[in-house]
């Protein structure tokens, strides 16, 4: 597995490719705004899910924004797997939750 971060004017996105180089398994996006990144999105595709792939990115994600407020807005059902990586619920937003890494 190899992760591919490209910098954007204000959003870093990452590519999570196979070890053949052929094929995408996982991409994130992360927006910067002052002092805190929003993680917009995680994806991992489906034939990939259940392996670590969406841990190993979210590890990279966190090491290259460690000192920063992360914050995303994701469903109810996926804060169980954000808090074993240190995020917390902060507020519900309609049907998503929003929540935090503390720096």
């Given at each position: 597995m190899q992760i591919k971060r490209f910098e954007q004017e204000d959003a870093?996105?990452?590519e999570c490719?196979?070890?053949y180089q052929c094929s995408v398994m996982a991409s994130a996006v992360v927006r910067k705004h002052g002092?805190?990144?929003y993680l917009q999105d995680i994806n991992v595709s489906s034939s990939y899910r259940g392996r670590g792939i969406g841990?190993?990115?979210l590890k990279q994600?966190?090491?290259d924004f460690e000192g920063t407020l992360i914050v995303a807005s994701v469903f109810e059902a996926r804060v169980?797997?954000?808090e074993r990586h240190g995020f917390r619920p902060t507020s519900n937003e309609g049907n998503l939750v929003r929540i935090e890494k503390s720096p």
């Open positions: 870093c996105k990452y490719w196979d070890d002092r805190q990144a841990t190993g990115l994600i966190l090491a169980p797997w954000y």
